[in-house]
């Protein structure tokens, strides 16, 4: 039986170099190329049927072209690729739009080898893979305007976010910063995703250390002195 062929986009070169390692051990796959974005890939795409890969493992946030532009053009110019989306970026209220732009897969970076392996079967056998809990989000989303991940960390917070970002630094849970804007829990949530992302940081403790290095808020607010 053929080999299951895989291509790998990534502008982290140490990324793209363990996840080619892996692939290629396991002995079930064969790697064409790797890409550092989504213009690399396009390029390495257009070289003929041959670079054309079963299977397409992409990061969502990349300079240049990021995955998101990435898997819009393939729908296009290359549907038959299916895309798993292997992204530290992952985010529950995503995943929606991503199934929807064209994604058959979401994981996060650093799931064990022999899951990710797993997952490109299934998606080249299936055509889609998502767990359980990924497709309550989706039908949750589907029926709304799911919210396109931003991917620009250099991007302004808006005037909502900074409310919320304040909020949250305060200590107020998403309930709270809900009843207080006037805005639903699930929005509450979003607006928290994207201020992971806009920001670059991991969690609640980075966001107040954001919020007071960038003048929005005080110590004196923050009532832990």
Request: aromatic share 8%.
């Given at each position: 039986?053929?080999?299951?062929?895989?291509?790998?986009?990534?502008?982290?070169?140490?990324?793209?170099?363990?996840?080619?390692?892996?692939?290629?051990?396991?002995?079930?796959?064969?790697v064409?190329?790797?890409?550092s974005?989504g213009?690399?890939?396009?390029?390495?795409?257009?070289?003929?049927?041959?670079?054309?890969?079963?299977?397409?493992?992409?990061?969502?946030?990349?300079?240049?072209?990021?995955?998101?532009?990435?898997?819009a053009?393939?729908?296009?110019?290359?549907?038959?690729?299916?895309?798993?989306?292997?992204?530290?970026?992952?985010?529950?209220?995503?995943?929606?739009?991503?199934?929807?732009?064209?994604?058959?897969?979401?994981?996060?970076?650093?799931?064990?080898?022999?899951?990710?392996?797993?997952?490109?079967?299934?998606?080249?056998?299936?055509?889609?893979?998502?767990?359980?809990?990924?497709?309550?989000?989706?039908?949750t989303?589907?029926?709304?305007?799911?919210?396109?991940?931003?991917?620009?960390?250099?991007?302004?917070?808006?005037?909502?976010?900074?409310?919320?970002?304040?909020?949250i630094?305060?200590?107020?849970?998403a309930?709270?910063?809900?009843?207080?804007?006037?805005?639903?829990?699930?929005?509450?949530?979003?607006?928290?995703?994207?201020?992971?992302?806009?920001?670059?940081?991991?969690?609640?403790?980075?966001?107040?250390?954001?919020?007071?290095?960038?003048?929005?808020?005080?110590?004196?607010?923050?009532?832990?002195?």
């Open positions: 039986m053929d080999k299951i062929s895989v291509a790998i986009t990534d502008d982290d070169q140490l990324v793209s170099g363990l996840l080619r390692s892996f692939i290629e051990q396991s002995g079930k796959y064969r064409l190329f790797t890409a974005d213009h690399d890939l396009i390029a390495k795409l257009g070289e003929g049927p041959a670079a054309i890969p079963d299977v397409l493992l992409l990061d969502l946030r990349m300079k240049g072209m990021n995955g998101v532009e990435a898997i053009h393939l729908k296009i110019h290359f549907p038959e690729i299916k895309i798993i989306v292997v992204s530290s970026y992952y985010q529950h209220s995503f995943i929606g739009f991503l199934f929807k732009t064209g994604a058959a897969a979401f994981v996060p970076k650093g799931v064990a080898p022999d899951y990710l392996e797993d997952v490109i079967a299934k998606v080249y056998r299936q055509g889609i893979f998502f767990t359980e809990e990924q497709l309550e989000n989706i039908r989303q589907i029926s709304s305007r799911s919210p396109q991940p931003v991917l620009d960390k250099d991007a302004e917070l808006s005037r909502r976010e900074v409310e919320v970002l304040r909020l630094c305060m200590q107020k849970t309930k709270e910063i809900g009843e207080l804007l006037f805005i639903s829990t699930k929005t509450v949530e979003g607006h928290k995703n994207s201020l992971f992302l806009k920001t670059d940081v991991k969690n609640v403790v980075g966001l107040v250390i954001y919020a007071l290095q960038h003048n929005l808020i005080t110590l004196e607010e923050l009532n832990i002195l």
